[in-house]
């Protein structure tokens, strides 16, 4: 283990990194003043089976039910994402065409798209929220400490809230493919650098830098944004088996990343004396990503034992997740004064 102190190789980025910072705000922001154009139904899924239909709702007016299974949407089959997804956006006054299963029946539903109701903006702002707390922290960390470490976790939640500020929408198909590959690269990368941060913090690791370490850090992130890249910039006519493949390789390498992550932060804090777990902040680091999934947990195992079950404020639940970046933040204030 060696101290980490940033490299001089890595502090030319610092500019480039505010300036992506702050399109990430700009980016934000015009999310926000799309806001206004959304559209809502008022009906959640399991899968393919409904499972929650909003009381007062163009959903329940057209006669759906919890338990319903959708066959297809406007004449497309609802498992035919790729077509799904090239069918412009809905407006508010909008028909729409639902085939759904009924005890063994299929009827023909025709809600109307309703403005977006204000309790469910709330959650966009919500979001929005969260994504400025991850830009502020991953600047300070740039600004106002001078470690390797700091650099990693300022990409992390630079990244992060550049993947989560999302962006208005595109009536082209292309720009809109373009723009889902650069956010799939944003989350991928923002995991990637999260792994280096804990590589490099409280001290460093020779294996991060070792040719192997190298690869098992990149190659997932690398591999899978190179073939979406492919698949949806070069391949936009691509069978719907590869699309249903990424849709698997996805969550499947954030969940090796995740994992990971949460591995060697138990690592970190169990190999510290407690001197050290103190001085450098890793039992708050601990505590931060404890508190920041609590809520989130709960209420998916809510969801998993009775998904009729709507807890009250769930939409906010996420701004819990701003606990992650102020937590390692003012760990690595702590560990570098």
Do not use: C
């Not at 902040?281 to 990503?289: A, C, F, H, R």
């Not at 760990?331 to 570098?336: D, I, N, P, V």
């Amino acid at each position: 283990l060696k101290p980490t102190v940033m490299e001089p190789t890595l502090q030319k980025y610092r500019i480039p990194l505010f300036i992506a910072s702050a399109l990430f705000v700009v980016w934000a922001v015009l999310a926000l003043m799309d806001f206004k154009n959304y559209t809502y139904l008022g009906h959640e899924l399991d899968g393919l089976k409904v499972s929650q239909v909003d009381e007062g709702s163009p959903m329940e007016a057209a006669g759906l039910q919890v338990g319903d299974r959708l066959i297809s949407w406007d004449g497309i089959a609802v498992e035919n994402t790729k077509a799904l997804n090239q069918q412009k956006r809905s407006v508010p006054g909008q028909t729409a065409v639902v085939v759904v299963e009924r005890n063994g029946e299929q009827l023909e539903l025709t809600p109307v798209y309703a403005p977006l109701p204000g309790k469910f903006l709330k959650g966009n702002y919500a979001v929005l929220a969260m994504v400025m707390v991850f830009l502020l922290f991953g600047v300070l960390a740039l600004i106002s400490i001078g470690t390797r470490a700091a650099f990693f976790f300022g990409l992390f939640a630079i990244l992060l809230g550049g993947f989560l500020s999302r962006g208005p929408y595109f009536a082209s198909e292309i720009l809109r493919n373009i723009f889902n590959v650069l956010e799939i690269w944003l989350l991928l990368l923002s995991f990637v650098f999260l792994i280096k941060f804990l590589m490099n913090y409280p001290s460093s690791r020779n294996w991060a830098s070792s040719r192997t370490g190298k690869w098992v850090i990149w190659g997932p992130a690398v591999v899978l944004g190179v073939f979406v890249s492919y698949l949806f910039l070069f391949m936009p006519d691509s069978t719907e088996g590869l699309r249903s493949m990424v849709n698997l390789l996805l969550p499947a390498i954030l969940l090796f990343y995740f994992v990971w992550a949460i591995v060697l932060m138990i690592q970190n804090y169990l190999k510290a004396s407690a001197e050290d777990r103190k001085k450098k902040g890793l039992g708050l680091m601990l505590m931060g990503v404890v508190l920041g999934f609590l809520p989130i947990v709960i209420g998916i195992a809510v969801n998993v034992i009775d998904a009729t079950v709507v807890l009250p404020g769930d939409d906010f639940y996420i701004l819990f997740f701003t606990l992650i970046p102020l937590s390692f933040f003012l760990a690595l204030r702590r560990g570098t004064t």
